[in-house]
């Protein structure tokens, strides 16, 4: 069964703070990844899209990184505002099967303290 | 540029009755995703619609019905609602032209079923 787990479930953090998120999935045939933001209640803003032959992505403040022989994600968020706290989800695409479906993880909820 | 936009943004419904929710994806996508997200959970992919036909199906049962019309926009439809429908409902849009392109997603209808 392809999943994808985010680990940790939430993150609190003094602002300033360089911070890692984590996502991992069960099987490396994947298409792409895609890093999303969720405030409360929202709908999802997309930060980062990794393809498959790709081993980074940045934007601003943000860098994300895939290595698909581990089945590992990362999202790094450098010197961390009160205004990043919100809920970061990771979603992969796969290859076969329901193309184009994104199967995400639970997400890790962010609070930076001012 | 528009982005996504999906109606209502809020909906309650009591349990039996039937909802339709809809999608406007963003210019120049021919692809709409639907997915399901609980309290707490990632989103669960419902189904896809490309060029107006079902490309794709998450494990939902088959009250779960939808529509993709010439102009790219979506409906979903849900009859026989149960409590347990109660979630928010995300729309994506994205473009298939050979590959998939990045998913941009709507802000969500929360429906509630009482």
């Known amino acids: 069964k392809q999943e994808v787990t985010q680990i940790p479930a939430a993150l609190s953090v003094p602002e300033g703070e360089n911070l890692v998120l984590n996502c991992s999935f069960t099987d490396s045939a994947i298409y792409n990844l895609q890093w999303f933001r969720q405030d409360p209640g929202k709908g999802l803003t997309s930060l980062l899209l990794?393809?498959?032959?790709?081993r980074e992505q940045t934007s601003g403040r943000l860098n994300a990184s895939l290595d698909k022989s581990s089945g590992r994600s990362t999202l790094y968020i450098a010197a961390s505002q009160p205004g990043d706290s919100a809920t970061y989800l990771c979603?992969?695409?796969?290859?076969?099967?329901?193309?184009?479906?994104?199967?995400f993880g639970k997400g890790t909820k962010l609070s930076v303290k001012p | 540029e528009t982005g996504v936009t999906q109606s209502p943004t809020h909906l309650i419904k009591t349990r039996g009755q039937q909802v339709t929710l809809r999608c406007s994806s963003q210019?120049?996508?021919?692809?709409v995703s639907w997915y399901q997200q609980a309290l707490g959970q990632g989103p669960q992919f419902i189904f896809q619609?490309?060029?107006?036909?079902?490309?794709g199906r998450g494990n939902f049962p088959p009250r779960f019905s939808g529509l993709q019309f010439p102009n790219y926009s979506s409906e979903l439809n849900v009859n026989a609602l149960e409590l347990d429908d109660s979630a928010l409902y995300l729309c994506?849009?994205?473009?298939?032209?050979?590959?998939?392109?990045?998913?941009?997603f709507g802000q969500g209808t929360r429906l509630t079923v009482v």
């Open positions: 210019s120049g996508h021919n692809t």
């Open positions: 979603a992969v695409m796969y290859y076969g099967g329901s193309q184009g479906n994104l199967i």
């Open positions: 990794i393809q498959s032959s790709q």
């Open positions: 994506a849009s994205s473009s298939n032209q050979g590959r998939y392109t990045e998913a941009f």
């Open positions: 619609y490309y060029r107006e036909e079902e490309n």
